[in-house]
């Protein structure tokens, strides 16, 4: 019929600028999951999985997990954060969710692998070292455990003081109970980590302090692993602003990495570059922020005076989308408590835009709400 037929299609514009895709972050937020610190495991499950099939568009959670990258013949990652104690650390139920929805992608628990920094941390959150085989997912510290790989190194002018656990620290006694060097370590002692000019009445001056500029990337990222989960928790920290996706991920990343915190750099932009590598983006396929039980300030140890169990989860391939979507929780949480801002000690979310690690540009960032 005469005048029907659609007029032809306008040629694209070529000094039309090309817009950047949307970050979609998906929001799974229930109250009811936590109470009174107390996380109900099947909630907490279900909002993982919503979450990833809502991300991915899928039909089944393992479909899910194989849109995301994951094929049997990988060995997944799954970084948690475990300062925290047992109430402020990744929860067990996300964890369990995702080893779940990895089998349904046909990967078998002995190659799954649970890490994070400290033993002693694991254990106390309830994440006891254990070799993974076909019937559980393996569990490993970085030290005491597998440690840090020599030939993958970070380099920054900054110098910092090696303490135990530092790959190039070498303690001066050689029956050193390792529990005994940590705990040293921590409060400066000279037989582990010196302080400057100090000198002991019996033994004379302390050795000077160990520095470097190096630090060594974690075994797990280099060699064990094919793929990474990160599954850090929601909590300020005031060397570096907030923990968040960015920073704990880095911060768990690589040893020597005092040097970093505080002021005047405050991660900035030390955390960008760790993150900044290639095997890094390749290898990082899926954030999961737990935000079941979230702290605004204190952290990252659990301080229940600062928390809010607000019983959410954030989901994104993109890290800095999440951080500088949750950095104005924390903050309307500090001013509405009295708390100063955190403020410019988290300037490398903004940064790590500058790097393509992800977009804080809140009009280039989907969030989805799930029930």
């Not at 104005?328 to 790097?355: F, Q, T």
Request: charged share 20%.
């Amino acid at each position: 019929m005469a005048g029907s037929a659609l007029a032809p299609a306008a040629p694209p514009d070529p000094d039309a600028p090309v817009l950047p895709p949307l970050s979609p972050v998906i929001l799974a937020e229930n109250p009811d999951a936590v109470q009174r610190f107390a996380v109900n495991g099947q909630m907490a499950r279900q909002m993982v999985d919503a979450a990833l099939l809502t991300l991915t568009s899928a039909p089944d959670i393992g479909t899910a997990w194989k849109r995301l990258g994951v094929t049997p013949q990988d060995v997944v990652g799954i970084k948690i954060t475990t300062m925290g104690g047992p109430l402020l650390s990744t929860h067990h139920a996300l964890v369990q969710a995702i080893c779940e929805g990895l089998e349904q992608a046909g990967l078998s628990p002995s190659r799954m692998i649970i890490w994070d920094k400290s033993r002693d941390d694991m254990i106390e959150a309830g994440y006891t070292p254990i070799r993974p085989d076909d019937s559980h997912v393996g569990i490993v510290s970085l030290f005491p455990g597998v440690g840090y790989d020599t030939s993958v190194v970070y380099k920054n002018e900054i110098i910092g003081t090696l303490i135990w656990g530092d790959t190039d620290f070498i303690h001066n006694s050689s029956n050193a109970d390792l529990f005994d060097a940590a705990r040293a370590a921590v409060n400066d002692d000279p037989t582990y980590g010196p302080k400057p000019d100090s000198t002991n009445a019996l033994t004379g001056p302390a050795a000077p302090p160990q520095t470097s500029t190096r630090s060594y990337y974690a075994v797990p990222l280099t060699r064990l692993c094919t793929k990474i989960i990160n599954v850090p928790v929601l909590t300020d920290n005031s060397g570096i602003g907030m923990e968040g996706c960015l920073g704990s991920l880095a911060l768990g990343a690589v040893d020597n990495n005092r040097r970093f915190q505080n002021d005047p750099t405050y991660g900035d932009p030390a955390i960008c570059e760790i993150l900044d590598k290639e095997f890094m983006r390749k290898k990082v396929i899926v954030h999961i922020l737990d935000s079941l039980i979230a702290e605004y300030a204190g952290g990252p140890e659990f301080n229940p005076q600062f928390t809010q169990q607000i019983g959410a989860i954030y989901v994104s391939r993109d890290p800095v989308a999440i951080d500088s979507l949750v950095l104005p929780l924390l903050e309307k949480w500090r001013k509405a408590n009295n708390v100063d801002p955190i403020g410019k000690a988290a300037a490398h979310i903004h940064d790590a835009a500058n790097y393509n690690l992800g977009t804080d540009d809140k009009h280039r960032i989907q969030l989805v709400r799930v029930p």
